[in-house]
């Protein structure tokens, strides 16, 4: 009773020791100024970053900013994930460079508005926790994968160079690139500066007082930028068309293309892609901080409506982008507040600042985009899951090899399908319990077997023999003095495991009455089904005499008609 009226005292008049009730406008204020102190963060983390993709992608340096804006102003007032920010992601880089330079600028557009719209509609079938369900595994192996092209395709970048186009070919051209590098003035001093500037992404955060002030990303943006200008420095500046003049919608021959194979295959891999590195994110953001978690499925839809404004504006693909996330959590956010207002300020750069991109080098976007992608990569995982999963860690390498030696859907698929066959071939595990008098495995002088099988109701049907009433029931027509050898199996018998199951039967003892009990399998598919009979059946054939062999308990499978 006490804590009842001491509860409604404080709730109705303020804590013990004040004469006024407490203002609500007081934890609101808190908040505002919480919310609005992170997007200022998340904003100067996220212009590097929106520039830095859309360079790297192929397009003009707008489009990122478009994405931004656009994830920060519609995605970030949907319902989802309270905290978690949306714009261009590193993630997509490699897939949208080859879209872009297979399909052109102007293609962009369509592919990410349909995607946008299939994203709306697997979150309006409640899709959305199902790719939590994908292998962890074939997600890290395809972040590495990226990983690796973009850090292949950034260097010609840092160089000042044109990439050759594909991942293999970016990795087999890095000798001649190093060559071409060494002899020129100009490209030794854009590597200086790429260099330079990924020498301060990974030391910045150590100096945590300048860290609080100013992210990395745009620590070393405008460190390059200044010594660039200051030293007058003969290397590429980003190229400025504006933000009208780069938002490119998609005209009606862009909508004709969409019946293309390659055109579908894109679009699928940008949905996928997308929404699985979305929703990991947010699982991600999650556990970063104690306030409402995410509705997967109304997160869905909440990226698939910020897609679809982007496409129809002819811009980048949109992500849930951890790095934003975790700079917006870190940076005190409190609601969905910040990351509309970082929206905001990117509009206003964008609007009122275009010429500023104008003086930003390309080997420091480059050097950006390098240090993104050495962060793809899941280097401190790779050896403890090789330790203790092993056959994940060949399904993550497995997968990021595929995505550099072929293209980012292929490559995925081929790590799902791995991942699949991994699994089938893990819970395929069964084994044979085998006991009897005497019993060493040995060769023995082998005798014809009688074969039974169990039915419902009681019966069975003899396979080489006359028919008995039931299993339990059946007696071998030569006994043996050492008795039956007992063999129980367990596990889940199916085709994949069928030669080491014939290759441990062939090894039982050959003078012996055989009971193969399978009542201890929890799957039994129809090639080990056909396979055990055949094996009785044929070994029957091969012996002079009939002994004894019943197969008892057939699970799944069992009856017959």
Not at 102 to 131: D, E, N, P, S
Not at 369 to 392: C, D, N
Request: contains cysteine; aromatic residues 6%; proline residues 5%.
């Amino acid at each position: 009773m006490r804590n009842f009226v001491e509860r409604i005292f404080n709730s109705r008049l303020g804590p013990p020791g004040t004469d006024a009730p407490p203002s609500a406008a007081t934890p609101r204020r808190g908040t505002l100024r919480a919310d609005f102190t992170a997007s200022l963060v998340v904003f100067l983390v996220a212009v590097p970053l929106c520039v830095g993709v859309a360079v790297a992608s192929g397009v003009p340096a707008e489009l990122g900013l478009v994405t931004g804006i656009v994830g920060g102003l519609l995605t970030g007032l949907l319902p989802g994930s309270s905290l978690q920010v949306s714009g261009p992601a590193a993630g997509l880089t490699v897939l949208v460079f080859e879209a872009v330079k297979q399909y052109g600028v102007g293609a962009l557009g369509i592919l990410v508005l349909v995607a946008g719209l299939l994203q709306l509609l697997m979150g309006a079938l409640k899709l959305g926790r199902w790719f939590r369900a994908i292998s962890v595994a074939v997600v890290q192996g395809m972040l590495a994968g990226i990983g690796l092209v973009l850090i292949a395709g950034q260097l010609y970048a840092l160089a000042d160079a044109k990439a050759p186009g594909s991942g293999l070919a970016n990795l087999g051209g890095l000798p001649d690139l190093f060559i071409d590098t060494v002899g020129s003035n100009s490209a030794l001093a854009a590597v200086a500066v790429g260099a330079g500037t990924i020498a301060v992404l990974f030391l910045w955060p150590r100096f945590k007082k300048g860290a609080k002030v100013l992210p990395a990303p745009l620590a070393a943006v405008a460190l390059a930028t200044i010594t660039v200008f200051v030293f007058d420095l003969p290397i590429a500046r980003v190229e400025v068309q504006g933000l009208l003049g780069a938002i490119q919608p998609p005209g009606a021959d862009d909508f004709s293309r969409v019946a293309e194979f390659g055109v579908i295959g894109t679009i699928l891999a940008f949905t996928l892609i997308a929404s699985a590195e979305s929703l990991f994110s947010a699982a991600a953001v999650d556990r970063l901080h104690d306030g409402p978690k995410t509705d997967y499925d109304k997160e869905l839809m909440a990226q698939g409506a910020g897609n679809t404004v982007c496409g129809v504006l002819g811009a980048l693909p949109m992500t849930a982008v951890i790095v934003r996330s975790s700079a917006n959590v870190s940076a005190g956010a409190k609601t969905k507040a910040s990351r509309v207002l970082h929206g905001v300020w990117l509009l206003v750069f964008a609007a009122a600042f275009p010429a500023a991109l104008g003086v930003i080098p390309v080997a420091a976007l480059a050097g950006v985009l390098v240090h993104a992608g050495w962060k793809l990569m899941p280097l401190k995982e790779i050896v403890p899951l090789w330790r203790e999963h092993r056959g994940e860690a060949i399904v993550l390498a497995s997968t990021a090899i595929a995505i550099v030696v072929t293209n980012m859907f292929e490559g995925v698929l081929i790590g799902l399908l791995m991942a699949v066959a991994k699994t089938a071939w893990e819970t395929s595990h069964v084994h044979l319990e085998v006991s009897g008098d005497g019993i060493d495995g040995g060769a023995r002088e082998q005798q014809s077997l009688v074969v039974a099988k169990s039915v419902p109701g009681g019966g069975s049907v003899a396979t080489g023999g006359a028919a008995t009433s039931t299993i339990e029931d059946a007696e071998p027509t030569t006994a043996t003095a050492a008795g039956p050898v007992r063999v129980r199996a367990v596990g889940n018998a199916t085709f994949l495991r069928l030669p080491r199951l014939l290759d441990q039967l062939e090894e039982l003892p050959a003078d012996r009455e055989i009971q193969l009990d399978l009542s201890g399998l929890r799957h039994l598919d129809h090639a080990c089904e056909a396979a055990l009979l055949s094996w009785a059946e044929q070994r029957r054939r091969q012996l002079a005499e009939p002994a004894g062999v019943s197969i008892d308990h057939m699970p799944v499978r069992g009856a017959v008609s």
